[in-house]
Each structure stands twice: as C-alpha cells, then as structure tokens.
C-alpha cells in the first residue's frame, strides 16, 4: 500500500502561482516516475509534468516554462511549481507515481485560476 498526500490547491488570479506538493508513504520500495495530471472539467486527464529516477523531465507543451517538476527524494514528495498561471489551467490536479509495481493515484487537489 502506498499512500499519497496532495496539497497546496486554491483559488488564484491569473498571472499568479501556486506551488502544489505530494507526499508519499508506505511500501514505496523505489520511485520509477513521480507526475502531476489533471482534469479541467469536461475534459480527459492529461499529464502535466513528470520526472523520472533518472532526472528526465517531461512538460505537456501547455505548461512548458511556467510549470517546474522537482522532487525531494529523501521525503519521497514530489513538487508543481506554477508560475504565470492562466485560466485555462483551472483542473483538478493529480498525483501519481509508479513504484516499478503499479501506479498510485492521489485524491487531487483543486486549482481555480479567476481572469
């Protein structure tokens, strides 16, 4: 079992930031790929950002220099920095990561970006 802990949603103007981070515990063993997707409403999940063990990164063409993947691997958490936020990345923001056995998914976390 592996639990994840989401935080650092809320409501922003556009052209602000936000910082969400996610906590990992319990039978991780070792990290694969930790992520953050999201769902705007109406719309599929989609993947944000991605990192893998070996330092690759991976953006969706959408968040490309506003948005930071980083990691903290002694605390197993995974960080989104976003910057310049815009209305469009209004979506709930989830969570995943992949252990070499299976994926984990977290409960998401709300970002709301008012123009």
């Known amino acids: 079992q592996v639990q994840l802990v989401e935080s650092g949603g809320g409501l922003v103007q556009a052209g602000g930031s936000l910082r969400l981070s996610c906590a990992a515990s319990?039978?991780?063993?070792?990290?694969?790929?930790m992520g953050w997707y999201r769902q705007a409403p109406g719309k599929q999940r989609e993947l944000a950002a991605a990192?893998?063990?070996?330092?690759?990164?991976t953006y969706a063409d959408s968040v490309k220099g506003r948005f930071t993947i980083s990691r903290d691997s002694a605390k197993n958490t995974v960080y989104l920095q976003m910057n310049s936020l815009k209305p469009e990345d209004t979506a709930v923001y989830y969570c995943?990561?992949?252990?070499?056995?299976?994926?984990?998914w977290g409960k998401g976390t709300l970002v709301t970006v008012s123009s």
């Open positions: 990192i893998y063990s070996n330092g690759i990164l």
């Open positions: 319990g039978d991780i063993f070792s990290m694969n790929v």
């Open positions: 995943k990561i992949n252990n070499y056995i299976m994926d984990y």
